[in-house]
Each structure stands twice: as C-alpha cells, then as structure tokens.
C-alpha cells in the first residue's frame, strides 16, 4: 500500500470515527426519547413534555420569524456552568427531554435579554413586583408580555428591546373600550388592541415552562423534586 492509499484510510476513517461519535452515538441516546408519563394506579395522570399545538405552534412561528432569538436563550444551565438558577431563570437546569417536541430546539445563544425558558411558568407570571431584585421579574402575566412588546421601555427602564408596534392596531373605540385595550397614553377616542399575532406570540411565551420535575435532574428547590 503506498503511501497515498494510507492518507485515504486516514481520512476515510476519520471521517466514520467522527460520524459514529458525533452523529449516531447522540442518535441512538436521544433519538427515541419520550414524554416522561406519571400514572396512578394504571391511570395515566401527569405527561411532559406535551407538544405545542394551537396558539402555541401559531405564536413559536412568530417568535422565530420575529427574531427574538438573537436576544433571548431557552436553556438554563445548572450550577456549576452558571448563575442562571440564581437568577431566578428556573428552578433546575434543562435537559434534552424539554425540547423533544421543539423542532428545532430554540435554545439561542446571546443573552441581551433574560433567559425565556420559563417564562411561563407560575413563578414568573404570578411573583409579586420587587423593585429591588437585580435579576427576578416582576409579575408578567399576559397583560405584561402584551404592554412590554409595545412599549418596552414604559415597563423596563433604558430596556435594549424593540417595540413590536405594528404586531397591535390604533383604532377609534366604538361603544365601550376594548378588554383587550392596552393601558397607554393614546389620543381620546382611540384605543391599541393587539393583533392576532401579538397574541399568539404572548401565548407561545406564557406556555415556556420547564420547571416540570424529571427523573433525570434534580430540582433546585426539594418541594418539586421528582419523585
């Protein structure tokens, strides 16, 4: 064999070594992975991940379209990477589990602004405001998403986010004001509704949770620890 026919092997090798480590090793781990079901006596009572449909799949297509990931991360690392659970970003890390139905997975790797990963949990939309808390938002239900993507800055002082203006509309109130009507300045007679497209991005991010407990990671916080 000369010494050309040496060089092909090498890299001919190379090549499946490479494929077979990085390619079909992490194919055959991650691949077939499932939901995690918890059932109960042969009822089955609890499932996650559950795949995005609806208003969901709708508002996930404007979050991508709508570039927010350039800005925003959806994986929390674990303690020894990171501060991100300090943070009060979550509660446990991110595995592979959580983004099984994501295609493709939107874990972003910039961080201009805070991680979204659990956006939408009952933590984040329910906690009380602090307005001395360096890192844990306020209560951001969807009234909040909705006022923060039209006017940032009215919510979040000299925020680096955009105004999304063109996802509401500025039309004159006939009869009563909109529920939907966003509280700001307006002149009178007009209210700011939001689109569908608004809406359906408020309820992409209202839906990231991934606080849910996992048999493969442990909580940072023992009352959800997986059982």
Same mark, same amino acid.
């Given at each position: 064999?000369n010494?050309s026919n @040496?060089l092909l092997?090498?890299i001919?090798?190379s090549f499946?070594?490479?494929?077979?480590?990085?390619v079909?090793?992490? !194919?055959?781990?991650?691949?077939?992975m !499932?939901?995690?079901f918890q059932?109960?006596e042969?009822?089955?009572?609890d499932?996650y991940?559950?795949e995005?449909?609806?208003?969901?799949?709708?508002?996930?297509?404007?979050y991508?379209s709508?570039?927010?990931?350039y800005?925003?991360?959806?994986?929390v690392?674990? %303690?020894q990477?990171?501060?991100?659970?300090d943070r009060?970003w979550g509660?446990?890390?991110?595995v592979?589990r959580? @983004?099984?139905f994501d295609?493709p997975?939107?874990?972003?790797?910039?961080?201009?602004g805070p991680?979204?990963?659990n956006?939408g949990?009952?933590?984040?939309?329910? %906690?009380?405001?602090? $307005?001395?808390? !360096? @890192?844990?938002?306020a209560?951001?239900?969807a #009234?909040w998403?909705?006022?923060h993507? @039209?006017?940032?800055?009215t919510?979040i002082h000299?925020?680096?986010?955009?105004?999304?203006?063109?996802?509401?509309?500025?039309?004159k109130?006939?009869?009563?004001?909109s529920? $939907?009507?966003?509280?700001? #300045?307006?002149?009178?007679?007009y $209210?700011?509704?939001?689109?569908?497209?608004?809406k %359906?991005?408020?309820?992409?991010?209202?839906?990231?949770?991934?606080?849910?407990p996992?048999?493969e990671?442990k909580?940072?916080?023992?009352e959800?620890a997986a059982?």
């Open positions: 064999m010494r @040496y092997t090498g001919v090798g499946a070594l490479s494929l077979f480590a990085l079909l090793v992490p !194919q055959a781990q991650l691949g077939g !499932q939901p995690q059932d109960d042969g009822k089955v009572v499932i991940p559950i995005n449909r609806g208003i969901v799949a709708g508002g996930r297509a404007v991508i709508e570039g927010c990931i800005c925003h991360s959806q994986q690392r674990d %303690e990477n990171g501060t991100d659970i009060g509660t446990r890390r991110t592979a959580d @983004y099984i295609s997975p939107l874990l972003g790797s910039s961080r201009i991680d979204l990963a956006v949990s009952a933590k984040w939309r329910n %906690e009380p405001v602090d $307005e001395n808390a !360096q @890192y844990k938002p209560k951001r239900d #009234a998403q909705l006022l993507l @039209y006017a940032p800055n919510i000299n925020s680096k986010m955009p105004a999304y203006r063109y996802l509401f509309e500025k039309r109130i006939s009869g009563q004001r529920d $939907e009507a966003l509280n700001v #300045a307006v002149e009178d007679g $209210e700011i509704v939001p689109k569908p497209e608004a %359906e991005l408020v309820g992409y991010l209202l839906s990231l949770d991934k606080s849910h996992l048999k990671v909580t940072a916080t023992p959800v059982k």
